[in-house]
């Protein structure tokens, strides 16, 4: 007999942000998927005040280029909330505050214009506390995540889990469904969900059982993936798999690693999602925006493409133009087997050559290169 892919339901629509100066932006339906990341240190009143506001802003705003549409802070301590509520009053971007443990923490949140709340009403307090969080929440427009992880789930499921009574997908979706039971009582139902193990294979089934049952949107990540290689790898394969059974609506890489790397990965993610799709509909713009393909370098190199992708990455990933740049080691590599590229450049000898869909439009020498290089990237 035939098998039948389980039926996905198409998630509801939930606003994040919109109020104040924050930027609107619709997860789930029929809207793009978004790439978010997390803040890796602790705020301070430094990095509220003078230069170090700057510095800030400027970052967010570099995360922004990057492809970043949400971001997410750590507030372990009322201090923390203060602090990003004075953050959040100068940018734009939706910023969430992720919580646990302290269920005052989120209603303080709640009296600035921050976007989105984040916690695991497992480690919140009891229904009351829930309660008051969901009231405020419903008050202020402001959607809340549910985040249920593998290495935080309420003791009774673990003690399941660990004797091998449940699988740890199940216990994931019956943690999830326990608190929106929750929700539901207080009729709550602004809300994202998201199941993360470390596990790949426990990460994709809790995210496809809890997709069959609920239009809810849903958060994909895999959570302590690991350092930059197998962070990427795994990610990749979780997100990418339940993407492509249309799962999820908004994700985060989660990496031991940069907020940039982190970005760039999830956009890669889309970008590779979105080959053979019309342009817009899976990504978080309505381009597909600057596609890098580069080679690995070896012993013919003629061009060290390792340091010019360092200097050149985050601002080709910043740029608003839907092109492809090919940067490539040797004569071998390059204008040749990067033909397709709007824009490449590479070695030969003691030249560099750039080109533009395989045609070689100058050669300079190595000094000459990111200048000459800029010059064609700017008339694309």
Known sequence: MEQTNPVIKKSRIVKIGGFDHIEPLLLGGSYPVVVQTMWKEALSADNLIGEGLAKTLSQIEALQNLGCRILRFAVPTMEGAELLGTLARSTSMPLVAD???????ALRCMDFPIAK???NPGNIGGAEKVRQVVEKAKDRGVPIRIGVNGG?????LRREVDRGALSMPVAL??????????FDQFGFDTVLVSLKSSSIQDTLEANRLFAQKYDIPLHLGVTEAGPLIAGVVRN?????????????????????????KEVIAGREILTALQEGTPRGSISGDSSRGVVIVSCPRCGRNGFDTHAFTERWQYRLYGLKKDITVAIMGCAVNGPGEARHADLGITGAGDR????????????????????AFEEELNSL
């Open 99 to 105: 919580i646990h443990f302290d269920y005052k923490i």
């Open 117 to 119: 709340i984040r916690i």
């Open 152 to 156: 935080s789930l309420p003791q009774d």
């Open 173 to 182: 979706l019956t943690a999830a469904e326990r608190e929106l039971e929750l």
């Open 236 to 260: 990749a394969i979780a997100l990418y798999s339940l993407l492509k059974e249309g799962i999820g609506a908004t994700l985060r890489v989660s990496l031991s690693d940069t907020m940039e």
């Open 352 to 371: 560099v050559l750039i080109f533009k869909h395989g045609v070689v439009v100058r050669t300079v020498t190595a000094e000459e290169a990111d200048k």
